[in-house]
């Protein structure tokens, strides 16, 4: 399932945008005057697929229209009076569905402790007796929609999660990841290793106390590393599993599968190729880089059958490095056709910066400019579903111009090795440069 359309109705109780996308490309870019809300369309957006849908009613429009390449759409319509707004799905054979998100009685109010969400979401911050903001996105949430939103934070179970959404809507979501990258993306706040033993705070006074500001690109490394760990865990097991049962699956080798040595040299050949090009990309130590490559042609045939079972082994072995080696790849390439005087790598220890003489450089030491290039590349590589919807805020932000001229090419070469389409809202003619057939401009309605 596709996104086709996305049609937003009385914005700011003023703008009608609709956003029609070119089913042949994974790229749109909006773009138009500040205030005109495309900002806003990204939240609504990202609300709709990954939030309680309740927080919709506070939102600045009057009807939100989203409808699938299967002839389908799903429907948003506000109350005037900001209570929870009613959702409608019109399957392709025009079966409808609805859903008006339901509100906590008072005697589920009170049975929860409030002061649970000061301790277990940091994000938060309580700005009325049952109303808390994202500090992030400036969200307000009721506590209905923080017990949905952020349920799987909590260490006890929550009767609330049984309310949550019908069946057809979270079917949309599964099969349609949204992802929203928006401007703060270079700091990130994590809990201390002790935050459960503060105990319940009051009216979050203490939220900066309790939490670390990170910088992202530091936690992306070791995002990294973790799943070069696990990758490497992966390879150790399987390794074990075939040179455990490699006697026997030698000895089962039907005489009519013996390789030739033509086909055999080709694939001791791309066996090597590809285990030297993993150690290039960091995800193997350097002691895998080479083997001595055998003379096929001295070689009788009782030993090509052995070398047979061990290239078919050793190919096994090295699929599992596939999806992460294609991504690191890019990442380092595309990094470091960007960055000037210093160098990107990836090791086991994560992403790894390096001057122009060689000396090593602290992540965090890079300018805001190249902290943002890497920390998106990261993102839309390392942490992108297949067949997302990716929503990005800005993009140029602290890019040179250079750099902005060579971002919509990144993109969509990223876009297809990782399979999502992106829609992008931007200030910046670079990005776009003279691809105008991707863009819909926001129009008020004094130009429509």
Avoid: C
């Amino acid at each position: 399932m596709k996104i086709s359309k996305i049609a937003v109705y009385g914005l700011f109780a003023r703008f009608n945008h609709d956003l029609t996308f070119d089913p042949s490309e994974r790229i749109t870019i909006m773009y138009g005057p500040n205030g005109f809300g495309k900002t806003m369309i990204l939240r609504i957006i990202d609300i709709l697929f990954n939030s309680s849908p309740r927080s919709l009613g506070r939102m600045p429009f009057e009807e939100l229209h989203v409808h699938f390449d299967d002839e389908s759409r799903l429907s948003v319509v506000r109350s005037p009076d900001r209570s929870s707004p009613k959702l409608s799905f019109i399957t392709g054979t025009q079966q409808t569905h609805s859903y008006v998100p339901e509100s906590l009685s008072r005697a589920q109010e009170a049975a929860f402790p409030t002061s649970a969400i000061d301790e277990y979401v940091p994000d938060l911050a309580k700005v009325g007796p049952s109303e808390w903001r994202n500090v992030y996105t400036g969200e307000v949430l009721d506590l209905y929609d923080v017990l949905v939103t952020y349920a799987d934070q909590f260490p006890f179970d929550l009767e609330i999660s049984k309310l949550k959404f019908p069946p057809w809507l979270e079917d949309i979501r599964a099969s349609l990841p949204v992802r929203f990258i928006d401007t703060e993306r270079l700091i990130d706040i994590k809990r201390p290793a002790n935050f459960s033993s503060y105990g319940h705070t009051v009216q979050h006074q203490r939220f900066f106390s309790q939490t670390i500001p990170e910088r992202t690109i530091r936690r992306n490394s070791d995002k990294l590393a973790s799943m070069i760990k696990q990758t490497l865990a992966e390879y150790a097991n399987l390794s074990q599993s075939l040179d455990r049962s490699f006697p026997a699956r030698f000895v089962e080798v039907p005489a009519s599968e013996q390789l030739s040595k033509e086909q055999l040299a080709q694939d001791l050949e791309e066996v090597e190729n590809r285990r030297s090009e993993i150690v290039r990309a960091g995800l193997l130590p350097q002691e895998h880089a080479s083997s001595i490559m055998p003379d096929i042609d001295s070689i009788d045939e009782s030993k090509r059958s052995v070398l047979a079972v061990y290239t078919k082994d050793a190919k096994e072995k090295l699929d599992v490095f596939d999806g992460l080696n294609a991504r690191a790849n890019a990442f380092v390439r595309i990094a470091n056709a960007r960055l000037l005087y210093k160098k990107v790598s990836v090791s086991q220890d994560g992403l790894k910066v390096s001057n122009s003489d060689g000396s090593d450089l602290e992540l965090e030491m890079l300018s805001s400019g190249e902290q943002h290039e890497i920390v998106l590349l990261f993102d839309l590589l390392f942490e992108t579903e297949k067949n997302s919807l990716i929503l990005v805020d800005e993009p140029e932000l602290s890019l040179h111009v250079a750099w902005q001229r060579q971002m919509l090419e990144d993109l969509q070469e990223m876009a297809e090795l990782s399979d999502f389409r992106a829609l992008l809202a931007t200030h910046s003619p670079q990005i776009i440069g003279d691809r105008w057939d991707l863009t819909i401009e926001l129009q008020g309605p004094d130009r429509e």
